[in-house]
Structure formats: C-alpha cells, structure tokens
C-alpha cells in the first residue's frame, strides 16, 4: 500500500511533529545504549580487580603457593574456590612467576601454562580487559601476588562472565524502552493537541492552498478601489493597500508603526484608531471626504476600510445648488408672471410710458448686478458662483451684497478649489441668517488679491459663533444641526451655534474642507465676530493667484472650461 502524505496544514505538521519525536527517540535510546554497554564492562572489569586484589592479599595463598604442589587438592586451589564462590566469579586463577596455574575451576587443568601471557601482571602491573579464554569470553583482571618479603612470586587472575555482563545490559533495557515508550507518546499526545489546534487556526487549509490564498489576498488588496487598513492588538500598522496609502498619504513603510506616529492628530487619526464610534464615519484627509468604518479581528486588532466619497460629495453640493437654482427659477417663474401681469395693466390702461419706464428699471436692475459682480471678480467660475448665489439668497429673502473692496483678477490657478471655498461658505453663512431672522438680513462677500494670495471672507447677519466654538466648527462631524430624524429627508435647518454635536454622517464637512483645503495652500481659515451682530469667516489662500495678470483658463463660446 503506498503512503500518501497529508495535504491539510495540520495533518501535515502532525506527521512530521511525528517522525521527529519518534527519530529523535530512537537516536536518544541509541545514544544511551553505547555507553550503557561501555559503562557495564567497566563495572564487570572493576569487580574482577576487586577479586583479584582480595585474593593477592590474602598471606596463606602467597604461603601456600611458595610452600606446596599445584595440586587438585592443594591449599591454594581450595582457598581460590572458596572465594570463587563467595564471590560469583567465573573463575581465580592463581599462577607461579613461570606462569603455572595453581588453581583453576576446571582442576584438570591445574598445572599447565595459562593461557594468555602472564608477563605484564608478573612485571607488577594491573590488567583489565575484555578477553577470550578457555572459559569463553570474559571481563577479567590480573594482579601481581607478592611474598612476605615484597618479591613478585606469581599472579592472580579473576574473570567474570560475559554472559552476566550481557544480562545486565540486557536487563537495562525494557526500563530504557519503557521511558522512552511513555516519552513518546507524551510527545505524540503533544503533537496532536498542536494539529487540532492548528487545523482550527488554519480551517483545514493545505499548504498549496496558503500560498493561493496569499496571492489572491495581495491581489485583491491592492486591486481593490477602497482603502484598507489593519492593525494589530498593540494598535501598529500591520497592512497598508495602495488605495489606503494615496488617500491618507502613508508611507510604504509605515508598516510595524502606530497611527500617530504614522498621521497627523485629528478626526482621521481618531477613527481610525477606533476612539470615535459608529458606522459609515465622515473624515477629510488632504482634501478628500473619506467615510471609514472599523471592524475588530478576533486577535485584537482590527481592519479599517476607506471609501473615497469626495466626487459624491462635489456631486451633492451640486444637486444642492441645481435645487436652490430650480426653487430660484420657480420663485422667479412667479415673480416674472406677476410682473407681466403688471406690464399688461398698464398696457390696457393705456399707460404707455409708465410700462416702458417699469420694464428699463427691471433690465437694468438685473443687468447692474451681475454687471457689477463681473466687475469685480474677473474669473467666470467665481463671477458665475455669486450670480447663482445671489438668485438663491434673494429667494430666501436675504439679501447677498459684493464688497466695496472686492477685486479679484483672473489670475488664479485652480478656480474650483476657491468655488469649493466660497460655496460652503455663503450656504453656512445663508443656514445661519435664515435660522435667525432679523430686519435686515444680508450676506457680504469680499473678494481681494494680495500679491499671489487670495483672501476671500464671507460675513452673515446671523447669531455669530460664541468664542469656545470657534475652532470645534472646523473639526470634522461637527455640526451645529440636530440629527434629522428617519421620517424626513432633513431636519430644520440649524444654525452657527445652539447645541452643538459630532454629526453622525453627512452633515460637519463643508467647513472642514474649507480649513483643509486653506491649510493645502499653507494658508489658514478663522471665524470672528462681525460689528453689530453674526459672524466673519475668513479664508487665506498663499499662492493661489499666478504672478502675471495672464488668465489661467479660458471659457469657450459654450461657457465650459478648457
């Protein structure tokens, strides 16, 4: 049958967690067992010189030995095998200095030459070795026997059996393979416990399927057109895309760092770090309305997804401005009826002049005004975003007046940035006079040029921003309008101040974008008080105007720009 090996993670890893353990048992068992072997000879050869030095000592052997036959029956073959006995020793050999055995456990041969040379011991050295004899093999050892007088007058010889050597190894071993037995399988347990495990980390993924999946994951990250974010439980950047790093301008390697040390302090640092909660969150970062929402990972990071809203956003306030155009026309669809009803009573009444002097008072009433913006604001972006605003402020009874000092060449290089800043600031400023009505209400806009800078301010006759809101009304989601409840589209209007709140999503952008996009051009955006009553916001905007009085647009017959 042949063996296949596991595709999944886990089966895998289990497999080989169990070559491992089992190789590595096996080799420890080995590694043990050759020295155990070792060890053991040493101990039998040690217990033969122990023998063999008792028996030298005893004084009647080396007596006996000077004073009697090698007999069968002799004084020194019975003290050796009383020792041999009492020892378990396989055999006591005692020799003459000519080599002659005088005792033996076979006494047949007693007399004869032994039969390895006896020279080393009889020289007055110790032997140990492992040998063959002619009782087998044998741990034996061989100490010199001396007289009374000190003299060397034989030797003795002493082996202990191999086999009982071996049994001794032998014995050793089941104890050895039962410690290793309960090791491995402490270590195959261990092993399975960490392939459960992992097949519960990695959902019975394989190897080949990893490595899949990785590449579908870089894929989509980066191929995606929404920015995503992840960070670990520690709150470090663990994964940047590449939509996520061009709408917040992170840095490749922001990667192992931490938000702060990563962005700037704000609204977009906050939500992503997870310190403001709720869905679908509105942020500017560099100039772009982003909605983020943040979701917790089961290690305790979490992911952040970007979206892009900022086109939606242009989008919108265009819808909004198509709106208050088509409210305009409608009033005006109104107020021209009437006005033709007029020039028609005075036709049948026979009021020739007073109609010809009523319809010259409306022509130039009309033309002054928007003559009098183009005047003064050369660009036809900016001089097109006053007249329509004037038409939407007059519907609602405000009145939307050009400053005495407003002169603005067409010398700017990026119009629709200066429209976006303008725009958001006449709707707050018209929000603000119409949540709080007055004789008078009216709007000022000021348009100058101080060298290369722009400075646009935008003054409303509303209730003015007390001084501690000055600067929360520039942070993103801060809004001054109450939540519009679900059963209307919106709610009433609110105002510059009244009680204030981070709004929820859609509301809190337009004077963050005015502050971000001034901050861009390395200028600044301020709110003051205005004399009399309401508030003066001003916008400066270094560089926003060419060094030469040459256009830096045109406008084709059709009024698009090119």
């Given at each position: 049958m042949r063996i296949r090996w596991p595709r999944r993670v886990s089966g895998q890893v289990l497999a080989a967690q169990l070559s491992i353990t089992a190789g590595v048992m096996v080799l420890a068992t080995a590694l043990f067992l050759a020295p155990l072997s070792s060890e053991i000879d040493n101990q039998a050869m040690h217990q033969a010189l122990a023998i063999a030095q008792t028996t030298a000592a005893d004084p009647d052997i080396a007596r006996d030995l000077a004073a009697t036959e090698p007999t069968p029956k002799g004084p020194v073959q019975r003290a050796a095998e009383r020792i041999r006995r009492a020892t378990g020793a396989l055999y006591i050999v005692v020799m003459d200095s000519r080599g002659v055995r005088?005792?033996?456990?076979?006494?047949?041969?007693?007399?004869?030459?032994?039969?390895?040379?006896?020279?080393?011991?009889?020289?007055?050295?110790?032997?140990?070795?492992?040998?063959?004899?002619?009782?087998?093999?044998?741990?034996?050892?061989?100490?010199?026997?001396?007289?009374?007088?000190?003299?060397?007058?034989?030797?003795?010889?002493?082996?202990?059996?191999?086999?009982?050597?071996?049994?001794?190894?032998?014995?050793?071993?089941?104890?050895?393979?039962?410690?290793?037995?309960?090791?491995?399988?402490?270590?195959?347990?261990?092993?399975?416990?960490?392939?459960?495990?992992?097949?519960?980390?990695?959902?019975?993924?394989?190897?080949?399927?990893?490595?899949?999946?990785?590449?579908?994951?870089?894929?989509?990250?980066?191929?995606?057109?929404?920015?995503?974010?992840?960070?670990?439980?520690?709150?470090?950047?663990?994964l940047v895309n590449d939509e996520a790093g061009r709408?917040?301008?992170?840095?490749?390697?922001?990667?192992?760092?931490?938000?702060?040390?990563?962005?700037?302090?704000?609204?977009?640092?906050?939500?992503?770090?997870?310190?403001?909660?709720?869905?679908?969150?509105?942020?500017?970062?560099?100039?772009?309305?982003?909605v983020a929402n943040r979701m917790p990972t089961k290690d305790g990071g979490a992911v952040a997804t970007l979206r892009d809203r900022t086109e939606l956003e242009l989008l919108g306030r265009e819808l909004d401005s198509t709106r208050g155009l088509l409210d305009a026309l409608r009033a005006q669809d109104h107020e021209h009826a009437n006005r033709l009803h007029t020039l028609l009573g005075l036709l049948e009444l026979g009021l020739h002049e007073r109609a010809a002097q009523f319809v010259a008072e409306l022509t130039n009433a009309r033309r002054a005004s928007a003559e009098q913006i183009s005047e003064r604001v050369h660009d036809p972006l900016l001089s097109a975003l006053l007249v329509g605003k004037s038409a939407i402020v007059a519907e609602r009874g405000v009145a939307l007046r050009i400053s005495?000092?407003?002169?603005?060449?067409?010398?700017?290089?990026?119009?629709?940035?200066?429209?976006?800043?303008?725009?958001?600031?006449?709707?707050?400023?018209?929000?603000?006079?119409?949540?709080?009505?007055?004789?008078?209400?009216?709007?000022?806009?000021?348009?100058?040029?101080?060298?290369t800078t722009a400075v646009l301010r935008v003054s409303d006759t509303g209730p003015g921003v007390p001084p501690g809101m000055r600067e929360q009304i520039?942070?993103?989601?801060?809004?001054?309008?109450p939540p519009a409840l679900p059963s209307s589209p919106e709610a009433a209007p609110g105002a510059h101040e009244g009680s204030a709140t981070v709004s929820p999503r859609g509301r809190g952008i337009g004077l963050a974008l005015v502050r971000r996009l001034a901050e861009r051009y390395g200028g600044m955006a301020r709110v003051t008080a205005r004399a009399g009553g309401g508030a003066v916001f001003t916008v400066v905007l270094p560089e926003a105007l060419t060094g030469n009085d040459t256009p830096t647009h045109e406008f084709t017959a059709a009024g698009e720009s090119r």
């Open positions: 005088w005792s033996h456990t076979t006494t047949a041969r007693i007399g004869e030459h032994v039969s390895t040379d006896p020279r080393e011991a009889l020289s007055g050295r110790e032997v140990l070795q492992i040998d063959v004899g002619t009782l087998g093999r044998s741990a034996r050892a061989k100490v010199p026997l001396h007289a009374r007088d000190g003299r060397i007058i034989g030797a003795v010889s002493v082996g202990i059996g191999y086999g009982s050597v071996r049994d001794q190894l032998l014995a050793a071993v089941p104890r050895l393979l039962l410690y290793a037995g309960a090791a491995l399988g402490v270590g195959v347990l261990a092993a399975i416990a960490v392939s459960r495990h992992l097949r519960r980390r990695t959902h019975g993924v394989a190897f080949a399927d990893i490595s899949a999946l990785l590449d579908e994951r870089e894929a989509m990250l980066h191929g995606i057109r929404e920015g995503v974010v992840a960070f670990d439980r520690q709150g470090r950047i663990r709408l917040l301008g992170i840095l490749p390697n922001a990667t192992g760092h931490t938000l702060e040390e990563s962005l700037p302090p704000g609204r977009t640092t906050d939500v992503l770090a997870g310190r403001v909660d709720g869905a679908d969150l509105l942020t500017v970062s560099g100039g772009r309305v982003l005495p000092s407003t002169l603005l060449p067409a010398r700017v290089v990026d119009p629709r940035d200066l429209v976006t800043v303008l725009g958001n600031l006449i709707d707050n400023a018209l929000e603000a006079v119409a949540a709080h009505p007055s004789p008078t209400p009216s709007i000022e806009v000021e348009l100058r040029a101080e060298g520039f942070t993103e989601g801060w809004s001054t309008k």
